[in-house]
């Protein structure tokens, strides 16, 4: 059986992840106590289901520090356990409340919404930690659903690598594990005929690629990644996720992930994001 839990903060997209597991083929159970997955997931075992999401979030109190302990307990079961984890910047958090006029879970009467949000982070930091995670704080509902579908098909049984770029102007991916800056190499913003394109197009490559620097830096970060990867994989993670980030995200960073993503396909499970190209 593969069982997918789904967490994360109020408000991040988890309904949405819901969503794409259940029109996927998913049985799915929303906020299912952390006490009764056990007896939950037996049962479901027992009677056939192959496919099962399970949202599990702060609503779960006390429970919830026993999560990483019963996951464990899954697989040696032999159970396919994954875990995915949906975050998004305080920001980003308070504005959608405001936006949906929604009540956050933890909301009382001595706590603001941001409290109640960092509160929340504080509660599922343990459960972030051994999860793919996904930060919604700036894409979009249908960018998020394309990269769980990613998140689906991929090999839990091997690490994945993710390589992701980003514009610092929109803030650093909460994501990430690794982060390097590419700011310090020529942007092809700055010309005209190649401002409307990205790191993608072959106008583009062909100018990053003219430059020494751009391929010195390459060649630092690939070794830097194929170096370490081995103590990565063997302290059992299944998700890496190295992030590239330059000013916008559209041109250096993107070259720059597709240029590593290709290299180390040969090797790993490799994913790939651009975030601000969604």
Known sequence: MQLIFISGLSGSGKSIALKVLEDSGYYCVDNLPVRLLPE?????????????AVS???????GLPLLPAQITALRERGVDARLLFLEANTETLVKRFSETRRRHPLATGNLTLPECIERERELLADIADGAHRIDTSDISPNTLRSWIKDFIHIDR?????????????HGIPLDADLVFDVRCLPNPHYDPRLRPLTGKDPEVIAYLESIPNV?????????????????????????????????????????????LAAHFRTEVQVLVRHRELT
């Open 157 to 169: 049984s091997r690490l994945t690598l993710l390589f992701q770029s980003f514009g610092f102007k």
């Open 56 to 62: 599990i979030d702060a609503r779960s109190g006390d």
């Open 40 to 52: 939950t997931a037996a049962y479901l075992e027992r009677h056939g289901y192959a496919r099962v």
């Open 215 to 259: 391929e010195r830096m390459l060649a630092d970060i690939r070794a830097f990644v194929a170096n370490w990867l081995p103590c990565f994989i063997q302290d059992n993670r299944s998700y890496l996720t190295v992030a590239l980030g330059c000013t916008g995200g559209q041109h250096r960073s993107v070259y720059m992930v597709e240029r």
